[in-house]
T-cell receptor, first 111, second 112 residues
Framework: GQQLNQSPQSMFIQEGEDVSMNCTSS?????WLWYKQDPGEGPVLLIA?????ELTSNGRLTAQFGITRKDSFLNISASIPSDVGIYFC???????????FGAGTRLFVKA | SQTIHQWPATLVQPVGSPLSLECTVE??????LYWYRQAAGRGLQLLFY??????ISSEVPQNLSASRPQDRQFILSSKKLLLSDSGFYLC???????????FGPGTRLTVL
């Protein structure tokens, strides 16, 4: 079945640093989504991408839909302690009911 | 605006006992509904999805089942829980095929 490879698995950074994480797949996706999950809560949608090459920002977050439609990245600029959590990428196939999730990137921010 | 509720928030059950987790969505009609399980420190595993009342698709063979008795109600059940059923169960909804999914707050299930 389709799989998403999300990296890195975890990151330990200092407050104020920039962060970059990405997802790749052997499958072509029509939509890429990025979620953040705080401990003990459900994931919250951060950014949705619908077109190859699309670059979208949400505050300090920027995400891009890769040209090949097989990858996406998420950047966080000037990290703050509340950025701590698990970030999931997710891809959707054409006409599919299913959203395929990456394994997540665990972000730790030291003040 | 749309909201999604799950209950209970936490549950501790003995092995072999039954299970019923409920999810309801407000503020939308005919949503697609999903049940996911998240093991500790792991990603999301899709268990079931539903595109309408009484329509359930299973993704993973297991001792769990799902039902959709009403348009905005999705129930996850088991007749006999196993230790391996422990985890964080998330319900999600979307407007239509391929749209963004929005998650509920989750239910933490511990089977002892």
């Amino acid at each position: 079945g389709q799989q998403l490879n999300q990296s890195p698995q975890s990151m330990f950074i200092q407050e104020g640093e920039d962060v970059s994480m990405n997802c790749t797949s052997s499958s072509i996706f029509n939509t890429w989504l990025w979620y953040k999950q705080d401990p003990g809560e459900g994931p919250v949608l951060l950014i949705a991408l619908y077109k190859a090459g699309e670059l979208t920002s949400n505050g300090r977050l920027t995400a891009q839909f890769g040209i090949t439609r097989k990858d996406s990245f998420l950047n966080i600029s000037a990290s703050i302690p509340s950025d701590v959590g698990i970030y999931f990428c997710a891809g959707q196939l054409t006409g599919g009911f299913k959203t395929i999730f990456g394994a997540g990137t665990r972000l730790f921010v030291k003040a | 605006s749309q909201t999604i509720h799950q209950w209970p928030a936490t549950l501790v059950q003995p092995v072999g006992s039954p299970l019923s987790l409920e999810c309801t969505v407000e503020g939308t009609s005919n949503p697609n509904l999903y049940w996911y399980r998240q093991a500790a420190g792991r990603g999301l595993q899709l268990l079931f999805y539903s595109v309408g009342i009484g329509q359930i698709s299973s993704e993973v063979p297991q001792n769990l089942s799902a039902s959709r008795p009403q348009d905005r109600q999705f129930i996850l059940s088991s007749k006999k829980l196993l230790l391996s059923d422990s985890g964080f169960y998330l319900c999600a909804w979307s407007l239509q095929v391929g749209n963004e999914q929005f998650f509920g707050p989750g239910t933490r299930l511990t089977v002892l």
